[in-house]
């Protein structure tokens, strides 16, 4: 019976932990597509400039300011991406600090499952140490009447 109210206990909470991760995941999903979009946007020019930097004549002066500009969108791009990679490594980091705490979770409902089946335990020790004191009484009453007849 302990089983099930523990059961019970935990699915409120983890359904409150499930609308908690998708929340968790919504923000997480807008902040890597605000990512993902920064990063397409300093990309866009960067190729941009390529191509016209293809299609000019390279005698041509303006060739070193398309070369700047390609240049200072191939930085942006650079420091778009880096944000992107800096922002999958702290995903990493948080699902493996959430599978810690999950695995904290789990061994500390498992402690209390534990001490709540080692105290049935020893309330089940103490009833079959009374219904032996008990057989005992009665088999020592049975001793006395069978040693009177």
């Not at 019976?1 to 923000?27: L, N």
């Not at 000019?56 to 791009?77: L, P, V």
Request: charged share 30%; net charge negative.
């Amino acid at each position: 019976m302990a089983e099930t109210k523990v059961g019970d206990e935990r699915q409120p909470s983890d359904q409150q932990d499930h609308h908690d991760r998708q929340k968790t995941a919504t923000s997480v999903e807008e902040e890597m597509m605000g990512c993902v979009v920064s990063l397409e946007a300093a990309l866009l020019p960067c190729l941009l400039a390529m191509e016209e930097l293809q299609h000019i004549d390279c005698s041509t002066h303006s060739s070193f300011q398309f070369g700047g500009e390609m240049a200072e969108h191939a930085k942006e791009f650079m420091e778009a991406a880096k944000k992107l990679h800096l922002y999958f490594i702290s995903l990493q980091r948080e699902d493996q600090q959430s599978q810690k705490e999950m695995l904290q979770k789990e061994i500390s409902n498992m402690e209390e499952e534990l001490k709540t089946k080692s105290d049935l335990i020893k309330k089940h020790e103490k009833l079959i140490q009374g219904w032996g004191k008990e057989l005992s009484c009665q088999l020592d009453k049975c001793v006395s009447e069978v040693e009177r007849v």
